[in-house]
């Protein structure tokens, strides 16, 4: 279908809904995002673009200004004992050299594709709470103060809390995984290894990989827990006690997390992965389709590829219907088996009883030391993933600043 004529509507102005807008205008639709916040911001956190992330920003145009923004490419990932010997190391550099892994500023990665979306002709409209999205042959959208907006296409790019997935997916409730996570930002002295680490211990484990140039690092420790804790990135955690929950791990996170003073917690919630991802004139994107636990991180990725599977399917459909039936087709299998995935490590990096982490921990190492490039392939299914096909969307460029 011709996308000139497309009238589109998104809720949220995350990594979805801005990555889909810059790829509907880039194709000729008329795009408006609504976002509530006052300003397109993010909070200080972290998170990695892997090569399957990147290939969407490289299709979009935007991979020379995320470069402009000082991610950190890295060259490793290293899995360490709690003490901080490492167990397996995942040599990028090495072993996938041509493609990039970058760990990057949350909030650059927003303000990268916020102006890619400017820059191909979308309407950002700030401040525009939305109440209600109903489907239909006129779908429609009404603010929290009672007016209305139609388009064509309505989409829901507003992360776990939709407003339109349970209208699409009534009466599936999340359930609390009995983990819970801190995230914290550190000024980074020195020039740090471009490498994530992963300290792995008894029903802990804890991420850090350096951001911005290694200017910055960012922390990412989860703990099991039976304590129910609210949903969200907003509860300020006690430095102290998190320090007390990694007390025993080695002088390396001990060091590391003594410099905390500022840490904000977040229970995880197992949600499923919607069974319908679009109905009437709408259509779901990112978490709001398919949330996804951090242990994977895979979240901001699978994002960057709805967006653009999303727009190439409407593209080539001859009708709009036709276009969300193949969207749904092509994501949903392989969005769910990443879920599965990321649910599946947390135990693995969580072994508990000695045995078992001795035996599971020698596992890694023989692997890495008889075939340390198959260790770095079996992700292949996720990171040599190229929704894109090699394709490069003409168009302006975003402004980036000096």
């Known amino acids: 279908m011709e996308l000139d004529q497309l009238r589109v509507a998104i809720v949220?102005?995350?990594?979805?809904?801005?990555a889909l807008a810059r790829a509907l205008a880039l194709r000729g639709a008329s795009v408006t995002v609504l976002e509530q916040a006052p300003q397109i911001r993010e909070v200080g956190a972290g998170i990695q673009i892997s090569p399957n992330g990147v290939a969407v920003l490289r299709g979009l145009g935007l991979e020379p200004a995320l470069r402009d923004t000082r991610p950190v490419r890295a060259e490793a990932v290293s899995l360490r004992d709690a003490c901080g010997a490492e167990v397996l190391r995942l040599d990028l550099a090495r072993h996938a050299p041509e493609q990039p892994h970058y760990c990057v500023h949350r909030a650059d990665l927003i303000d990268v594709l916020a102006e890619g979306a400017r820059a191909a002709g979308v309407r950002l409209r700030l401040l525009h709470c939305v109440a209600e999205v109903r489907p239909g042959p006129s779908p429609e959208i009404v603010t929290c103060g009672g007016a209305r907006m139609k388009a064509d296409l309505?989409?829901?790019?507003?992360?776990?809390?939709?407003?339109?997935?349970?209208?699409?997916n009534p009466g599936r409730a999340a359930a609390f995984t009995r983990h819970v996570a801190w995230r914290a930002l550190l000024p980074e002295p020195g020039r740090p290894s471009p490498e994530v680490r992963l300290y792995m211990g008894p029903k802990r484990h804890l991420v850090t990989y350096p951001l911005?140039?290694?200017?910055?690092?960012?922390?990412?420790?989860?703990?099991?827990?039976?304590?129910?804790?609210e949903e969200g990135w907003s509860l300020e955690g006690d430095?102290?006690?998190?320090?007390?929950?990694?007390?025993?791990?080695?002088?390396?996170?001990?060091?590391?997390?003594?410099?905390?003073?500022?840490?904000?917690?977040?229970?995880?919630?197992?949600?499923?992965v919607a069974r319908h991802w679009h109905g009437a004139g709408v259509a779901l994107v990112g978490d709001a389709a398919?949330?996804?636990?951090?242990?994977?991180?895979?979240?901001?990725?699978?994002?960057l590829e709805d967006a653009w599977v999303l727009a190439d399917r409407l593209a080539a459909a001859p009708t709009l219907h036709e276009g969300l039936a193949a969207y749904q087709a092509a994501r949903r299998d392989r969005a769910a088996r990443i879920v599965g995935a990321a649910s599946r490590n947390a135990w693995k990096y969580h072994l508990s009883l000695p045995p078992i982490r001795a035996a599971g921990h020698m596992a890694l190492r023989l692997g890495g030391r008889i075939a340390p490039g198959a260790m770095?392939?079996?992700?292949?299914?996720?990171?040599?993933?190229?929704?894109?096909?090699?394709?490069?969307?003409?168009?302006?460029?975003?402004?980036?600043?000096?």
């Open 290 to 303: 398919h949330p996804t636990l951090p242990f994977m991180a895979q979240g901001a990725c699978l994002a």
């Open 239 to 272: 430095p102290a006690r998190l320090r007390a929950l990694f007390a025993d791990f080695g002088p390396e996170v001990r060091d590391l997390l003594d410099r905390v003073g500022t840490v904000h917690r977040w229970g995880l919630f197992r949600h499923p």
């Open 154 to 168: 309505i989409v829901g790019a507003d992360g776990l809390h939709s407003c339109l997935r349970p209208v699409l």
């Open 376 to 402: 770095v392939r079996q992700f292949d299914w996720i990171y040599r993933h190229d929704v894109t096909g090699g394709a490069n969307l003409p168009g302006p460029a975003p402004l980036v600043a000096e």
């Open 12 to 18: 949220g102005a995350g990594i979805a809904g801005l």
């Open 212 to 229: 911005r140039g290694g200017t910055l690092r960012n922390v990412v420790a989860v703990e099991e827990t039976p304590a129910w804790t």
